[in-house]
């Protein structure tokens, strides 16, 4: 599979960014699809995940009410709704692709190139 990460930018505290993580190759619903993020100096952090079907989602404390995760496999993408941002969201945000429906990065398989969200204030 591969993954291809779009849609960040520069927005103010308190916007809103769209996340877009386009997947080709294989059947993208076979996978579990994460989101992570990396912030400059720190270590990548578990963002969000959404299972093969989209019927489940599990977010990072920091993520709850104000990202959201959905997929839509027919047309191999799963989108990361980040509201409210934050300057603490400033990041490299990534998504990954994976057998196993899990926070764990080295878990997932096949990783996007990411894109950097920066939230000023």
């Known amino acids: 599979v591969q993954l291809q990460a779009s849609g960040g930018g520069l927005v103010q505290a308190g916007g809103s960014l769209r996340l877009s993580c386009a997947a080709s190759g294989r059947t993208f619903s076979n996978y579990a699809t994460g989101w992570f993020r990396q912030a400059q100096g720190k270590e990548r952090e578990f963002v969000g995940r959404?299972?093969?079907?989209?019927?489940?989602?599990y977010y990072a404390d920091f993520a709850k009410g104000r990202f959201t995760i959905s997929r839509d496999n027919a047309k191999n993408t799963v989108t990361l709704q980040m509201n409210s941002l934050k300057p603490e969201d400033t990041a490299v945000y990534y998504c990954a692709a994976g057998r196993y429906y899990t926070n764990r990065a080295a878990e997932y398989d096949y990783w996007g190139q990411g894109t950097q969200v920066t939230v000023s204030s």
């Open positions: 959404i299972s093969w079907t989209g019927g489940s989602t």
